[in-house]
Nanobody, 124 residues
Framework: QVQVVESGGGSVHAGQSLKLTCTTS????????MGWYRQAPGKEREMVAV???????NYASSVRGRFTVSRGSARNTVFLQMNDLKPEDTAVYYC?????????WGQGTQVTVWGQGTQVTVPW
């Protein structure tokens, strides 16, 4: 069975960028889907960006224009470039690979986006 490993998660401030990498244990044909999902605390897992094969990609409306999914030339990697990150992007991000025989998930990588903060003043 194909093994899938994610890397590149971390903590950043709003407006910054991160790039996630997913590496598979064997080459994945370009006709198969490779992509990214995420799950925030208390929420369902949702699709973020998927290269469905044959050059087509799908994006969640919340990330379109900010995130880009792409495959590596070695055919065993898929990337997620995330720009202009927002606090609501905070989640565990999972790589998914689907072939005719497999539907494989990685273990996930945490992405945390900190907001700008807000001053709270309590008068005497």
């Amino acid at each position: 069975q194909v093994q899938v490993v994610e890397s590149g998660g971390g903590s950043v401030h709003a407006g910054q960028s991160l790039k996630l990498t997913c590496t598979t244990s064997r080459n994945i044909g370009s006709g198969n889907a490779m992509g990214w999902y995420r799950q925030a605390p208390g929420k369902e897992r949702e699709m973020v960006a998927v290269d469905v094969g044959a050059g087509y990609t799908n994006y969640a409306s919340s990330v379109r224009g900010r995130f880009t999914v792409s495959r590596g030339s070695a055919r065993n990697t898929v990337f997620l470039q995330m720009n202009d990150l927002k606090p609501e992007d905070t989640a565990v991000y999972y790589c998914n690979v689907r072939t005719a025989w497999d539907n494989i998930w990685g273990q996930g990588t945490q992405v945390t986006v900190w907001g700008q903060g807000t001053q709270v003043t309590v008068p005497w």
